[in-house]
């Protein structure tokens, strides 16, 4: 597949039907994507499968990875189609959960020009217990972009990381020294949303 020049939404999602519903709650966002310009490709897993495989649906995209679909495994199945992207030659990738909100177009305006990486919230965390490490600064899973230079470091590594947001970030700002992570406040402005919420805390109020 040629996206060259592309810019794309990579929804992290799978087909069980609590998620499917949480894709159809955000169609606001998706259609305020597609008016921007974005593709819009939903990421599955499928660990029968030998290679990844794209198939369209309706205006969408699905991207399935051969990786199964579980919480453990997130990181490899986001770097397998951040790789997979990547080699389609897009411009970048805007990657979000099935239930992030974007409010506004406006902080999609960062997803040109030469901004490398940068997303919806930031989070720091301490990954070495040596003192003379800093903690890592990185934009949290719900909202990130990352450029197509970006995506040619991420593409021929492993997550570090038991963590894809944490993995992501790791990985760009040790490749690039130039990098520099700058808090957005997009989500304490109320200009992007997501829930906590998950399967099984959903089931366990029913």
């Known amino acids: 597949m040629d996206w060259t020049g592309q810019r794309i939404c990579m ?6 039907p609590y998620y499917r519903k949480r894709r159809e709650a955000q169609e606001p966002t998706y259609r305020r994507l597609e008016e921007a310009g974005f593709r819009i490709v939903l990421l ?13 649906l309706s205006s969408r995209w699905t991207l399935t990875v051969p990786v199964e679909e579980r919480y453990e495994l997130l ?5 397998a189609g951040l790789a997979w992207l990547e080699a389609c030659g897009v411009d970048g990738v805007l990657k979000i959960d099935d239930d992030t909100a974007i409010h506004s177009p406006d902080v ?4 040109v020009g030469t901004t490398d990486y940068i997303g919806g919230d ?17 934009y949290g899973g719900p909202m990130y972009w990352v450029s197509r230079r970006s995506l040619q470091a991420l593409a021929n590594v492993s997550p570090p990381y038991r963590w894809e947001d944490v993995s992501v ?19 304490q402005k109320g200009l992007v949303s997501w829930s906590s919420e998950t399967e099984q805390t959903h089931g366990s109020r029913a």
């Open 11 to 16: 929804v992290l999602t799978c087909n069980r």
């Open 169 to 187: 970030g790791y990985v760009l700002t040790k490749t690039y020294t130039d990098i520099v992570v700058r808090p957005t406040y997009w989500f």
């Open 108 to 111: 999609l305006l960062f997803c």
């Open 44 to 56: 599955l897993g499928d660990a029968s499968l030998m290679e990844p495989r794209l198939e369209e």
């Open 75 to 79: 990181p490899q199945k986001i770097f």
């Open 122 to 138: 930031i989070g720091i965390i301490q990954l070495d217990e040596a003192a003379d490490q800093q903690p890592l600064t990185y």
